[in-house]
């Protein structure tokens, strides 16, 4: 696929952090409750880390309990792009930045407490946020 935001390996190598590198650009999963944005109650915007595309507003942000900062909704649907998951012997709907391809989590219909049904499960390490 082609992105607004197009970089190569060795780019991203440098303008991230290898843990950072390893889950936007090699699809890696932080361990659950170690991300520093779990608890971010605070009003404000979530952008990609990669390339400051925005992504999810704080009002939509919700305590899933699955460990991951959760939403119920994307800012744009056309900010995030989705894709079939099949790995680890699981159907998944993955999702990433539309503006630079960073995986940013995992999209689930399993939260029938929000107004959408849906929980986007994200990586804290893929996103950063600011506040209103």
């Avoid at 991203?12 to 779990?38: D, I, P, Q």
């Avoid at 909704?73 to 999702?95: C, F, Q, W």
Wanted: hydrophobic share 25%; aromatic share 12%; with cysteine.
């Amino acid at each position: 696929m082609n992105y607004e935001v197009f970089k190569t390996d060795e780019q991203w190598k440098n303008e991230l952090s290898e843990f950072e590198y390893h889950v936007l650009r090699m699809a890696g999963t932080e361990r659950a409750y170690t991300g520093e944005l779990l608890d971010e109650k605070r009003m404000g915007t979530y952008s990609c880390r990669g390339c400051g595309s925005e992504l999810f507003k704080a009002e939509t942000k919700f305590d899933s309990h699955c460990g991951w900062p959760s939403f119920y909704k994307s800012l744009d649907n056309k900010a995030i792009e989705y894709i079939e998951d099949k790995s680890h012997g699981m159907s998944r709907t993955e999702v990433r930045c539309a503006k630079c391809g960073g995986h940013l989590g995992h999209l689930f219909d399993d939260a029938p407490q929000t107004p959408t049904g849906n929980r986007y499960c994200i990586n804290s390490v893929s996103i950063t946020f600011q506040a209103d």
